[in-house]
Nanobody, 127 residues
């Protein structure tokens, strides 16, 4: 099992920045192939934001390219998301997630590919 705990959400005005953090714990953190950030706005489905592979390659959805940056610790136990130039449409609950598997170069942004989930942290961007 892997437990994930997010932190760093909050309220910011459009154009501002926030940094989210996620800490993983449990006996299977060494088996994590992919980690990622996902978000869900009220009335909408959960969607991918950015993922990072065990070998370090990031993947971003088009909506956040050039504005968000994902990074992870060497031991696979920490994950961060730097969010710059935030927009009102970035408002959502943000979740950290992890997928077990073999070492890999790339990871999907489809939430269905991920097994372990944190409780989420709210990000609110106002105009």
């Amino acid at each position: 099992q892997v437990q994930l705990v997010e932190s760093g959400g909050g309220s910011v005005q459009a154009g501002g920045s926030l940094r989210l953090s996620c800490t993983a714990s449990g006996g299977y953190t060494h088996n994590i192939a992919c980690m990622g950030w996902f978000r869900q706005a009220p009335g909408k489905e959960r969607e991918g934001v950015a993922t990072i592979a065990s070998r370090g390659n990031p993947t971003y959805v088009d909506a956040v390219k050039g504005r968000f940056s994902i990074s992870k610790g060497i031991a696979k136990v920490t994950l961060e998301l730097q969010m710059d130039t935030l927009k009102v449409e970035d408002t959502a609950m943000y979740y950290c997630a992890a997928a077990p598997g073999l070492d890999t170069n790339s990871c999907y942004t489809n939430p269905r590919e991920y097994t372990y989930w944190g409780q989420g942290t709210q990000v609110t961007v106002s105009s």
